[in-house]
């Protein structure tokens, strides 16, 4: 007879363990390698950046907003017009040839006589902590007696106030652009002929009022404000007492010499401007 074939152990298992491959699938992949685990912290920094992209994207797109807005706030000009300090006293307007640029306040265009009152001129804001803003007109100003008496002050038309000409002159002016309209009072409530409280323009005051009290003929205080209202031209166009130390401080203050007014008494041109060219402003204005 030929001789048997023989396996050792070793053998069979082998192959018993290639069989269980073949005949159950399932069994390999219990048994066998099992799928790498997802890496969370990987997933959850790609998040994080994605995050950070959007963010960052966000962020540019509104600091280049803001910096287009600053543009055009510091090169707006449908609705403002920039001057030397020195032509609001009238002789030196009239010697450079130009329009006075200020409304100066006169017998024509103000009338407080019958309260006993005087206000005509030019008056600056000397101490005011705002020192972006300094002269003011009474012109349009009418009260009558009996006191108490209000009187309103339209200082927030054109040429009635003065701001630097610099960024943050600029700034509050595009502020009371949006914030108050042009024919927006200062409301005097005279008590007397020397005491009167401020409705103020604007919603810069929360409802409140402030206090003006006369000092001298060309001087009125204005306590809770921190500054005195001092005359600086006369109603005649001629220089007031504080002429030469409101130039003095202008020129440490602002050495470029140029002050702000509104040349316009639209609303719309006043805003508009901010946002488009004067032209297109001028059309739809």
Known sequence: FGSRPTCSFRHLSTVGAASMAIVDPEGQRLLGTQPPKKDESSFDKGKCFT?????????????LLLLLLLLRVWTAECAIESFDKDLVLPKNAKEAGVPEPFDRGTDKNMDLDDLDIDLKGVWWMDGNPLTAEHLVSFASAKGKKPFPSSVPVYNNLARRWTWTDNIVGRIVMAYYAVDAQPDSPLVFNFKNSTSASIIPVAGISSGGMFGF???SDNEWDRPDANYVLRRIVKADGTAGPFWTKFKDWYKATAPNGRMLV???DSGCLRKCQYFAPCFLCDAIC
Do not use: H, P
Request: hydrophobic fraction near 45%; charged fraction near 15%.
């Open 262 to 264: 509104w040349r316009s």
């Open 51 to 63: 995050c950070l992209k959007v963010c960052g994207a966000i962020t540019g797109v509104v600091v």
């Open 213 to 215: 009290q006369k000092i």
